[in-house]
């Protein structure tokens, strides 16, 4: 079955990059996203990745992907407090009739002063 | 154009009474998702509608849990006879088409007392 894992916790300094890592198991996988999740509040997209490409940059995020080795990343440059949140891998692949996401356990992002 | 709205956004029930959780998706959005966040975890998908129709509800206990999705009127999301292991995030998204963004509401946190 599908699965997606990250590692729990991150901690990094202002200013510098911050980096987010995910594996996941469905090599099926059309779609794969980063949402952001703040305290009390629902996800934000932030951006996605088809599966075949490599990389992807829109402004301070960098995705890159590895589909041999079904890994994705979140690169955050020039990381800001308000980066501080819980960020979210998901897949998805159009099985049959559905295109549901498939997530991660949450990366918890703590960025320090 | 107003984002996913859900309410209530906080809903506290005794054990055995029932909750009603509701989805408006995006106007002109056909496609509602419904997950469940449960403390310090990941989402996890329950049911996939359109207008009327449940696609695919493989992620929706077999018992107590009910959706649907009117042609008129927001997304109900029921359950019956709340327990303690209820307690989480619901989240609902919608899109415009099955291979489009999923956008999220902010979510209903449910407490069964």
């Known amino acids: 079955g599908e699965d997606v894992e990250q590692s729990l916790f991150l901690s990094v300094r202002e200013g510098d990059s911050s980096v987010i890592n995910c594996t996941y198991t469905?090599?099926?996988?059309?779609?794969l996203y980063w949402y952001k999740q703040e305290p009390g509040a629902g996800l934000q997209l932030l951006t996605y990745?088809?599966?075949?490409?490599d990389m992807k940059q829109d402004q301070r995020l960098t995705v890159l992907l590895n589909k041999k080795d079904k890994h994705l990343s979140l690169r955050i440059a020039d990381t800001q407090t308000g980066d501080s949140a819980i960020y979210f891998c998901?897949?998805?692949?159009?099985?049959?009739?559905?295109?549901?996401?498939?997530f991660g356990t949450g990366t918890r992002l703590q960025v320090t002063l | 154009n107003a984002g996913v709205m859900q309410n209530p956004r906080h809903l506290v029930r005794r054990r055995g009474q029932e909750a009603r959780l509701r989805c408006s998706p995006m106007?002109?959005?056909?496609?509602v998702y419904w997950y469940r966040q449960l403390p310090e975890e990941g989402l996890k998908f329950m049911v996939y509608?359109?207008?009327?129709?449940?696609?695919?509800e493989s992620g929706m206990p077999k018992e107590r849990f009910s959706a649907e999705f009117p042609k008129e009127g927001p997304s109900i999301l029921r359950i019956q006879q709340v327990v303690r292991g209820d307690s989480a995030a619901y989240f609902c998204?919608?899109?415009?088409?099955?291979?489009?963004?999923?956008?999220f509401g902010p979510g209903t946190r449910l407490t069964v007392l």
């Open positions: 998204a919608s899109s415009p088409s099955q291979d489009n963004e999923q956008f």
């Open positions: 469905d090599s099926s996988s059309t779609y």
């Open positions: 990745i088809f599966s075949n490409m």
């Open positions: 998901a897949e998805t692949s159009n099985t049959g009739t559905a295109s549901k996401l498939t």
């Open positions: 106007k002109g959005h056909s496609h």
């Open positions: 509608l359109q207008k009327e129709n449940i696609i695919d």
